[in-house]
């Protein structure tokens, strides 16, 4: 079992930052990859970036250059860093983990961009 608990959702004006995190219940070093998700009313969830236990870091095209992922092992902890943020970057956004082929969700953190 792995339980992940978000922090860091918000509201911020369209231009502006924020950084979620999602600390894991056990240490990360043994999760295959950790990633963001985000689910905006009406849509399905959606991958937003993922970052894997080789280093290995993808981005969604919608984020890419905007969203930084970030892990730190020893704090069993991965942040994401969401800059020049947009209105359609409004949604809930989920830490997931792939724990032995086996995923894991946060409760979820609220983001909201207003123009």
């Known amino acids: 079992q792995v339980q992940l608990v978000e922090s860091g959702g918000g509201l911020v004006q369209a231009g502006g930052s924020l950084r979620l995190s999602c600390a894991a219940s056990?240490?990360?070093?043994?999760?295959?990859?950790m990633g963001w998700y985000r689910q905006a009313p009406g849509k399905q969830r959606e991958l937003v970036t993922v970052?894997?236990?080789?280093?290995?870091?993808n981005y969604s095209d919608s984020v890419k250059g905007r969203f930084t992922i970030s892990r730190d092992n020893a704090k069993n902890t991965v942040w994401l860093q969401m800059d020049s943020l947009k209105p359609e970057d409004t949604a809930v956004y989920y830490c997931?983990?792939?724990?032995w082929g086996i995923g894991y969700w946060g409760q979820g953190a609220q983001v909201t961009v207003s123009s």
């Open positions: 997931n983990a792939d724990f």
């Open positions: 056990i240490s990360i070093v043994s999760i295959k990859a």
């Open positions: 970052i894997i236990d080789d280093g290995t870091i």
